[in-house]
């Protein structure tokens, strides 16, 4: 059997007509069997393919984010004669395109094959950032970024998605947590020192954009001709891995991809109280994320540094992102329904930032500078909050309407936070804090909703149906594109 060969009709007959209670399957003549030694390989496989893409897709999408505040500490606002709000509308049309693509972009994820559309997608951001480089005004900065709002609109959705095709529930949290933990900061904050340096006939913002929309360029390149669809379809895969890479995914009982889209699966999801919550807990704790994101540069600089010392110290907040998502999934992957908990204590941070940073003096630099890594505590729920819908969703059109729900609110939270941080109030931005402190303040109790609302349910579903452990006369649909409320032996984590 060749080691890097597609998977044969008969094992993808085998894949679609095996049963939960056997890990042997007889198709065509054609016998698979596997054991836990080769679950582990598989994984340590899909992980080394995979998780580069998932990694480095999301470290560039998120660099745009980052880099407008250091273009425009490197002379942009000035050079495009950017005035009053003008720089917090540059930051917030972005995502009034990502707004405008996000269902459009929904609805050509569940009929594409979603990893050529994300390679295309990200060809056009990448684009986009290099015409960034030619703007002379205001008008031009905002019309491309709205541009590449819209192209990046299926980014996280489909990170998301593929993430849950590939592992596990067990093991989504943490390579989610991976994945999200962009240090998109470090990166640019590398490429914006050395261009610092440098003496060039183009003006240092115009170079920055240059640079890194090339490097995105070149990887999405890759990823259109390198990154595997589906685990069915996996050429890196042999007919065995490809096998238990789905049959694995049997006890999660959330389906697999289809290229079908059901509109009943479109209002369940629109009705179920799990994908409001969930929503509305991302609107909160992404108000800091577009808030500090577009003006971190502004913030640091307000606390007395030189341009150069600002880029090198926004570098840390890469880190303390990184830290912090794989801080909060930790408990999860040890402990049962933490994920809620684990959400909820790492939004405490910034609460307590937004607190401490409008009462400590302006000659404290160092304990303002604290108070400023720490808010970048708001990304460790990130990966947690995530994996909820993701667990807690079966359904192909389901799963993917609840991604577009949850990210159409990261999408307005992040439209809003950039209003709140008024150019009028630099550098110490009072609104912008305090709407921090309130929406962080709902993320907690968003979260203690979740939780409770989610034990009911489980409890109610065990009254109705009996407890999973002790059904035998359940006809088995793990495979199958049901929702969660159509199969009767699923139950939530929280």
Sequence with gaps: ???????????????????????????ENVRIDYDQDDVRKLVRKIDFRIMP????????????????SNAALYGMIADTNLQGQDYSWVGSIFYFGYLVAE??????????????????????????????????????LMALRFVMGMMEAPALPSLTLITTMWYRKREQPLRVAIWSSTVASIYVGLVSYGIGHTTTGI???????????????????????????????????????????VQRKREDNTGVT???????????????????????????????????????????????????????????????????SILAALPPRYWKDTRCLSAAVCCLFPLACSIVIRKLPASNQGGLLAAYYLFYFFWGPYAVALSLPMANTSGHTKKVVVNAMVFLAYCVANIVAPQTFRATEAPHYETGYNTILGVESAAVA??????????????????????????????????DDLTDKEKKDFRYVC
């Design 1 to 27: 059997m060749a080691s890097h060969s597609a998977p044969t009709d008969a094992a993808k007959e085998a894949i679609e007509t095996s049963k939960p209670d056997s890990v042997s399957v007889t198709a």
């Design 446 to 479: 968003l979260m203690g909703m979740y939780y409770i609302g989610i034990k009911w349910e489980n409890k109610r579903r065990d009254r109705m149906y009996g407890v999973v452990a002790q059904m035998n006369d359940v006809e088995d649909h793990s495979l």
């Design 103 to 140: 269902f459009p972009s929904v609805h050509l994820m569940a009929k594409l094959s979603i990893g050529k559309f994300l390679a295309v997608m990200g060809m056009g951001w990448s684009i986009t950032t290099l015409l960034m480089a030619v703007t002379h005004n205001a008008a031009g």
């Design 258 to 324: 289809s290229t079908e889209f059901k509109w009943y699966q479109v209002i369940e999801a629109l009705t179920d109280w799990k994908s409001w919550v969930i929503a509305f807990f991302f609107f909160c704790m992404n108000v800091a994320n577009g808030g500090l994101n577009t003006f971190s540069a502004q913030i640091v600089s307000g606390f007395g540094f030189s341009k150069l010392n600002t880029v090198l110290l926004g570098m840390p907040t890469g880190v303390i992102q990184a830290v912090s």
């Design 53 to 68: 893409y998932l990694w480095g897709y999301a470290v560039l999408s998120a660099v745009d984010k980052v880099i407008v």
């Design 203 to 245: 003006a240092s913002w115009r170079l920055l954009f240059l640079v890194l929309g090339a490097i995105s360029l070149l990887f999405s390149v890759s990823m259109f001709f390198f990154f595997p669809d589906r685990p069915e379809t996996g050429r890196f895969l042999n007919e065995k891995e490809a096998y238990v890479a």
